[in-house]
């Protein structure tokens, strides 16, 4: 057994040895007498020193479509971590009401009413949290199917915090489409057949504005010679085949692509390219009856909730993670397990 650590001598102690004992091991530590069980002395250093700093502490971050669900969650988890965060969203029209929209998030019923609540939610209460617990965000609404909106969004961060560090694509477009006309119908989230709006809408969203953020992100780093780099980019764990929602799986498969082909491209330049494939996640969409079919289908038990990416992205975007890239991570809780 080695203990890969540095030994750091408190109260004039220093490390004198390590003697086996049994089945653990022991530190005898000079000027204290008694040996110590490694785990023991590893656990409460563990408490007093960091063990793992993922270096994301003044970072700038980019993270499209954070006023709810994985981005809202991916914004508050960076925050924590002590980067500022620029947060982009977009409000589509509704075919709800305000209170419609109202009545659903305040029953909180997983279906199609909360998650058009969901979508529509303000990033207020996400600005107000970030900065009463220390931390600094500032936000912009904008239409990403413009592709005229994205250099002034990096012109809007550059202004209040600063080059971006780290870019997050997560803002996506999904309306249910089917090639089949049996599967058509109005229940649930809806399913209709194709059409060529339908196509357009979900590629200039979840394709082309992906490719042209992570294009845009490259000018600027490469005009200020930047040295480091991340780049995460959300698909879905269905892009290769997803029934009653062929075009919105086909465009997080594009974005699959792209993604591989940036990593093998702007590697040299000290930038990682990598890709977060979520399972089913509790952004409101999820009926009560498919949630507990979910869980009982998912090897960890429950459905996952947006904290749990969230926490796959920051790692992703952490200095652990410097030799990821090119690289797609399926989080679901083992809802899909690929060979």
């Not at 209040?160 to 996506?172: C, F, Q, R, S, Y």
Request: hydrophobic share 40%.
């Amino acid at each position: 057994m080695v203990v890969r650590r540095r030994w750091r001598a408190r109260q004039g102690g220093s490390l004198k040895g390590l003697i086996p004992r049994g089945r653990g091991m022991q530190l005898l530590i000079a000027g204290r007498g008694l040996p110590q069980d490694v785990d023991r002395v590893l656990a409460r250093d563990a408490k007093e020193d960091k063990l793992i700093d993922p270096q994301l502490e003044c970072k700038t971050v980019l993270i499209t479509g954070a006023n709810h669900g994985i981005g809202e969650a991916t914004a508050s988890a960076f925050a924590a971590q002590g980067s500022k965060v620029f947060i982009t969203y977009y409000r589509e029209p509704s075919d709800y009401s305000q209170e419609e929209l109202a009545k659903a998030r305040e029953a909180g019923v997983g279906g199609r009413a909360l998650y058009e609540a969901m979508k529509q939610r303000s990033v207020d209460a996400l600005l107000q949290r970030v900065c009463s617990q220390g931390g600094i965000a500032v936000a912009q609404e904008a239409d990403l199917a413009n592709p005229e909106k994205i250099p002034l969004l990096f012109d809007r961060c550059e202004g209040e915090l600063g080059p971006v560090d780290i870019l997050v694509n997560n803002h996506t477009h999904c309306v249910m489409e089917t090639f089949d006309p049996a599967l058509q119908t109005e229940e649930g989230l809806g399913v209709h057949l194709v059409t060529a709006g339908g196509i357009d809408a979900h590629f200039a969203i979840n394709a082309r504005a992906y490719a042209l953020m992570m294009a845009e992100y490259l000018k600027r780093y490469l005009q200020r010679r930047a040295q480091w780099g991340r780049i995460i980019n959300l698909s879905t764990d269905a892009a290769s085949a997803h029934v009653a929602n062929v075009s919105y799986a086909a465009s997080k498969h594009a974005i699959e692509s792209y993604s591989r082909s940036a990593a093998a491209e702007i590697g040299k330049y000290g930038i990682t390219v990598n890709v977060v494939a979520p399972g089913p996640i509790q952004t409101g969409y999820i009926e009560p009856e498919q949630e507990v079919d979910i869980a009982a289908k998912t090897p960890l038990g429950r459905v996952g909730r947006p904290e749990d990416v969230a926490d796959v992205i920051v790692y992703l975007a952490s200095e652990q993670a410097h030799w990821l890239t090119g690289q797609l991570l399926y989080v679901g809780g083992g809802w899909k397990m690929p060979q």
